[in-house]
């Protein structure tokens, strides 16, 4: 029979709050199969917008602003952006200001985990796979370069033209993401970053470490690693290359 005076409610560490746009389905999936013990993931959505920049993010904004209105409502400990093109097109003062400020508590983005992973082990010079078009991958690069980490090649998958397209992202199999980043290496670059938080890449990555021998990032890694390590959870993680099995 179960002791039950030895277990804990689900949570009991870190209860975490992850908004993500309306087509994502990956980064749930990976993010609670990795779960540490007593800690939870709990999701919620906010729609993407072509041109955030438009009216200056305030649509945008106003969105994220319900997203962690919900999450309050969770009670959750710490809430992380988990959209890449997302978090790369609003400024983070801006983003993570008005989600510590709707939720009344510490947040975090996928662009600002990326960089801090990138820093973290000691990368500035790096290729980068997505399932983008050139148009955003220039974007993202140019986000990259102006904190300090050199872009000298990218490739992209033109999946983000439609919803129709965006919807295959997540479809894209690991063999196919193995494939793709590892064709878009080079010798001088330090790490492969693979980015887009509906990609799916956890199974990818050891096996591409171990092919290309250098660490591989993605937008998952980098927002699982940054999550948990900013909500104070600091359990090394296996399976997930150097990112979560050193740092």
């Not at 993407?48 to 106003?62: E, T, V, Y």
């Not at 250098?214 to 937008?219: A, L, N, Q, R």
Request: with cysteine; hydrophobic share 40%.
């Amino acid at each position: 029979m179960t002791d039950l005076s030895r277990l804990q409610p689900i949570g009991a560490r870190a209860k975490i709050g992850v908004i993500v746009p309306p087509s994502n389905t990956v980064n749930e999936a990976e993010f609670n199969r990795f779960a540490p013990n007593g800690v939870s993931f709990h999701f919620t959505r906010s729609p993407l917008h072509p041109d955030p920049a438009a009216d200056d993010f305030q649509k945008m904004l106003g969105d994220v602003a319900k997203a962690m209105s919900d999450l309050a409502a969770c009670k959750v400990d710490f809430a992380t952006y988990g959209c890449t093109a997302g978090s790369m097109a609003c400024p983070s003062v801006r983003l993570l200001g008005k989600m510590t400020e709707t939720g009344k508590m510490p947040a975090n983005s996928t662009a600002q985990a990326i960089v801090a992973a990138l820093r973290e082990l000691g990368i500035d010079k790096i290729v980068m796979a997505t399932p983008y078009t050139d148009k955003t991958n220039a974007h993202e690069a140019h986000y990259l370069e102006d904190h300090g980490i050199e872009v000298l090649a990218a490739a992209g998958l033109g999946l983000n033209t439609s919803l129709e397209n965006v919807q295959k992202i997540s479809r894209v199999a690991p063999a196919i993401v193995f494939d793709h980043a590892k064709s878009v290496d080079r010798d001088d670059a330090q790490a492969v970053l693979i980015c887009c938080t509906d990609f799916n890449t956890f199974d990818a990555i050891e096996p591409l470490e171990e092919a290309l021998g250098k660490p591989v990032v993605s937008s998952n890694t980098a927002t699982l690693w940054h999550t948990l390590r900013s909500a104070g959870i600091e359990d090394r993680i296996a399976g997930l290359g150097t990112l979560l099995r050193e740092h």
